[in-house]
């Protein structure tokens, strides 16, 4: 198939478009750069820069591109963020998901997986969430996307464009050849891994009083690489029907634990300072992905922390070193010349 990923140089575009590279499909990244990286579009994948929100360049993409299938990325997606900032999120997310589907359909496409979260759900009545629990979300973030998925039912029903949004629970990990790198980091693993390679000084955990076992927050961490299938099986139905999907491990761990994990895997001590509450965290995030598991026969390949925290710590010494390798290059064309 030929495929538009939007948002295809972030992190789990790099790794969806390598994917989809494997399975042969035809492969266009549109990405503003704004998060993203050139260097993490795979070779093989067509790149057009471009934003969300440019309704005349989606357009010039429709019509000179025969895309079969949209998966949509692009988009902010800091809780925090979203709290001090709800405009951004609004306007690209939203009011940009508004204009890729215009685009959409002017060129009569007619199948798209949406990128949604499970900050839809806010803070959860029952663990683990099944995609049936109410949703209410607590941030701006969840806010934007559930407004999206609403968006995407009457598109269907009036333009006849099948969904499927895919509601992740916290991706993490890394693929041999892409991973996490955002300026500035401000997710749990990579800065912790930062703190192991002594490139921060201390993590900071946000809130220790939390209704958990050890005070602070639970998540269901799952790889990126199993992210990537998911899409990957949800282009499948989209011939029969939409759907929602949530798409998590079903294990939980505190952030205290993810910190120990790191130690065991680094072999590092990580310093820690304890904080206040981040806003808009609910305490505990966990999912049921029965659903997906029984529809599309997805199953995530990496089932433990130790394995995804070790994924992500392989991939982060390889871009250090590389990038120390580019610093002396230059420094060494500098001495030259
Ligand atoms: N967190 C933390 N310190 C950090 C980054 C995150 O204590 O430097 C906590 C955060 O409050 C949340 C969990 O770790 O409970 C996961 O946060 P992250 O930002 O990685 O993902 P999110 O859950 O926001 O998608």
Redesign the pocket.
């Known amino acids: 198939m030929k495929i538009l990923v939007t948002g295809g140089a972030g992190y789990i575009g790099s790794v969806t478009v390598e994917q989809l590279l494997k399975r042969n499909h035809e492969v266009i990244v549109y990405d503003n750069l704004s998060t993203g990286r050139l260097s993490a579009v795979a070779e093989g994948a067509k790149f057009i820069e471009g934003d969300v929100l440019d309704a005349e360049k989606l357009a010039e993409v429709f019509s000179t591109n025969r895309v079969e299938a949209v998966i949509h990325l692009a988009a902010c ?4 963020e979203s709290m001090a900032n709800p405009l951004k999120y609004y306007q690209n997310n939203v009011i940009g998901s508004l204009r890729l589907l215009e685009a959409m359909t002017n060129a009569g496409v007619k199948k798209i997986v949406f990128s949604s ?3 839809v759900y806010g803070e959860p009545k029952e663990i683990p969430i099944k995609e049936t629990h109410e949703t209410n979300p607590t941030s701006s973030y969840g806010e934007t996307k559930l407004a999206v998925e609403k968006a995407l039912r009457w598109f269907e029903k009036s333009y006849g464009i099948r969904h499927v949004s895919l509601r992740y629970f ?3 990990g890394a693929s041999e050849n892409y991973g996490e790198l955002h300026e500035p ?8 891994l930062r703190v192991a390679l002594g490139e921060k000084e201390h ?5 220790t009083n939390y209704p958990t076992p050890d005070g ?4 269901d961490y799952v790889h990126v690489i199993d992210i990537a299938s998911a899409h990957i099986k949800a282009l499948e139905i989209l011939d029969e029907k939409s759907e929602v999907f949530n798409i998590g491990c079903g294990d939980g761990y505190s ?1 205290k634990e ?1 910190i120990e994990t790191a130690e065991k895997v680094t072999g590092k001590k990580i310093k820690v300072i304890y ?1 206040d ?2 806003t808009g ?1 609910p305490a505990v ?1 966990v999912a049921s992905s029965e659903k997906i598991q029984k529809e599309l026969g997805w199953k995530p390949q990496f089932q433990n922390l130790e394995q995804i925290i070790y994924s992500a710590w392989i991939w982060m010494k390889k871009m250090l070193e590389v990038e120390s390798n580019q610093l002396q290059a230059s420094q060494g064309s500098f001495h030259e010349t």
């Open positions: 997606a800091l809780v925090g979260t499970c900050a916290n991706a993490a980091e401000t997710h749990l693993i990579p800065n912790v993590v900071e955990v946000f809130g602070t927050c639970i998540r952030v993810v904080g509450r981040r965290d995030l």
